[in-house]
Every structure is written in C-alpha cells, then in structure tokens.
C-alpha cells in the first residue's frame, strides 16, 4: 500500500523518482505557481497579509475598522505543488506528521537547489 502527502510549494516542473518512491507534480500546480506569483513581492518574498479588527453593527449589518488594529497575519498557507508517493504505507493517513513534513521539503530543496519558496 502506498502513502501519499501534498508538499509544496517548489518551483520545479519536474517528476522526481527515487528507491522507495517519486515526488509528482500535482494536478493543480499551474494554478498554485499563479498563485504563488500573485502573492510575491518585488523583493522575490512572500510576506503575510495585512489584516486588522472591525466591530460589526448588527443593525446595519456594516463593519467599522478599529484604529490602530494593523498587524501581520499570523501564517500565510502556501499552495501545494507536488504530491510525494510512498512505496511503504508509513503512518496512519489521519496523524499529523509536521516535523517530518518540513524534513522531506528541506531534504527536495537541497536535491533540486533552486528558487523553491518555503
């Protein structure tokens, strides 16, 4: 049986295969790379939104900003690109696995060593 995890984003248009299993680009990936490019800055980076808090008036159904509220969002979810296949199946498919996750990204940017975005 085979494990598979989205991964992403790298700026690779390549499949990758290897002893005990391929890194694939997903279906979707034309649309996360445009999306991806969207969201860059002329820096090359991708920073966090703005965002701030409003107060909603529920009798006008309007929101009003509350001053002095501007702050980087928290986290910015980056688009998956490649979809990562494993021979073996490795962990039960409902466990979180971040830290290993954020290995096997590290471990694609170093093989490839090109602007892949974090």
């Excluded at 989205?6 to 279906?27: A, M, P, T, V, Y």
């Excluded at 501007?70 to 021979?87: E, F, I, T, W």
């Amino acid at each position: 049986m085979q494990s598979t995890f989205k991964i992403g984003f790298l700026n690779i248009e390549n499949d990758f295969l290897f002893e005990g299993g391929q890194l694939l680009i997903d279906s979707e990936f034309l649309n996360s790379k445009n999306e991806i490019d969207d969201a860059l800055n002329p820096d090359g980076h991708i920073y966090p939104r703005t965002v701030y808090t409003a107060h909603l008036n529920l009798a006008t159904n309007q929101t009003k900003k509350v001053l002095r509220t501007d702050r980087p969002q928290l986290m910015r979810k980056l688009p998956c690109s490649h979809k990562l296949v494993l021979n073996k199946q490795i962990y039960n498919s409902s466990e979180k696995r971040e830290f290993e996750s954020f290995v096997l990204h590290c471990f694609f940017l170093f093989i490839w060593n090109k602007g892949a975005i974090l």
